[in-house]
């Protein structure tokens, strides 16, 4: 019975953080310079990582750690690549 | 007894992360320039983030799974605030002025 009420109150906490990440989109449309949009991504990126962890433990399926630790890998190399184009290019593309 | 304690510090260790995430986000929507959202970003998000995998570490108990959880939580504390200081750092590098109290109040850019 408590692990049932546990898996809910994970499913729960990870809408609201949905809720969060989705509030990201704002700054990410919305941003006037290039690094904040980067900023936008980021932060939601780290969300998404974390949504993915707390489907894990509500759902007890612990193979999304595997994609959570993938995708935070891919999150930190874009923030990281971005930021060095922007610089040394004026633009990403 | 012991089922309780465990049962309400995952709450807490929860409702803290979701706390410290809703700051991060109010931060990052609210605030005047890039340089204090990447400040918000980096401090704020980790600590919400970090404590949200504290509890799914503590709830997944011993098995392989908090391995891999564990290993996240150390990710995201090295990586977020070094990603925010590379965005902080290209945005001084491409001429963005810090945003001061002299500047007109109210306006953001």
Redesign the interface.
């Known amino acids: 019975m ?1 692990a049932d ?2 898996n809910d ?2 499913l729960a ?1 990870a809408a ?2 949905v809720v ?1 990440a989705i ?2 989109f ?2 990410a449309v919305a941003g ?2 290039t ?2 949009r ?3 991504v ?2 939601l990126g ?2 998404t ?2 949504i993915l ?2 489907l ?2 509500g759902l007890d399926e ?1 193979w999304f ?2 994609v ?2 993938i995708y ?2 891919l ?2 190399l874009m ?2 690549a971005i ?2 184009f ?2 040394e290019r ?1 633009g990403v593309l | 007894m012991i ?1 309780a304690l465990y ?1 309400w510090s ?2 807490v260790l ?1 409702a803290f ?2 706390f410290f ?2 700051v ?2 109010v931060g ?2 609210r605030l005047p320039d ?1 340089y204090a ?2 400040h918000t ?1 980096s401090q704020t ?2 600590l ?2 970090g404590l ?2 504290a ?2 570490a503590l ?2 108990g011993w ?3 908090t391995v ?2 564990v ?2 939580l150390f ?2 504390f090295i ?2 605030p ?3 200081h ?6 001084a ?2 001429g ?1 002025e810090p945003w001061t109290a002299d500047d007109e109040e109210g306006e ?2």
């Open positions: 408590t009420l546990i109150v994970f906490a609201l953080f969060l509030l990201m704002y700054r006037p310079t690094q904040d980067l900023l936008a980021n932060v780290t969300n990582v974390v962890a707390l894990a433990a612990p750690l595997d959570a630790l935070a890998l999150n930190f923030s990281i930021s060095k922007t610089v004026g | 089922d049962f995952i709450i929860l992360g979701l995430t809703l991060s986000a990052v929507i890039v959202r990447a970003a998000d980790t919400g983030a949200a995998l509890a799914v709830a997944l098995q392989h799974a891999y959880t290993l996240l990710f995201v990586t977020n070094t990603a925010a590379a965005i902080a750092r290209s945005a590098e491409t963005i953001s850019r």
